[in-house]
């Protein structure tokens, strides 16, 4: 069993800057893939950012340019650096961790980003 604890989350203006963290329990951390989704007041959950064990970052569409995700594996812990920050990007932030050879997918339960425009 994975824990994922998320941190970070807040109140900003829009095109303010926030940061992230995802920190994991146990010893395989260096081996998973890591990702950032979000979700909306209302809507499904979308996924926002990948991070592989190899360092292969890839963004989605939508935050692409403004959004930089990160992994410190000394300390078990991947980042989400939010730049020029928007109004619809208000939401419930979760951080994912997947290794699909050992079918190991945990969930955090979240920070809530809120921008105010």
């Known amino acids: 069993q994975v824990q994922l604890v998320e941190s970070g989350g807040g109140l900003v203006q829009a095109g303010g800057s926030l940061r992230l963290s995802c920190a994991a329990s146990?010893?395989?951390?260096?081996?998973?893939?890591l990702g950032w989704y979000r979700q909306a007041p209302g809507k499904q959950r979308e996924w926002v950012a990948t991070?592989?064990?190899?360092?292969?970052?890839n963004y989605a569409d939508s935050v692409k340019g403004r959004f930089t995700i990160s992994r410190d594996n000394a300390k078990n812990t991947v980042y989400l650096q939010m730049n020029s920050l928007k109004a619809e990007d208000t939401a419930d932030y979760y951080c994912?961790?997947?290794?699909?050879?050992?079918?190991?997918?945990?969930w955090g339960k979240g920070t809530l980003v809120t921008v105010s425009s």
């Open positions: 991070i592989t064990s190899n360092g292969f970052t």
């Open positions: 146990g010893s395989m951390f260096r081996l998973a893939t």
């Open positions: 994912n961790f997947k290794i699909v050879r050992f079918a190991m997918d945990y």
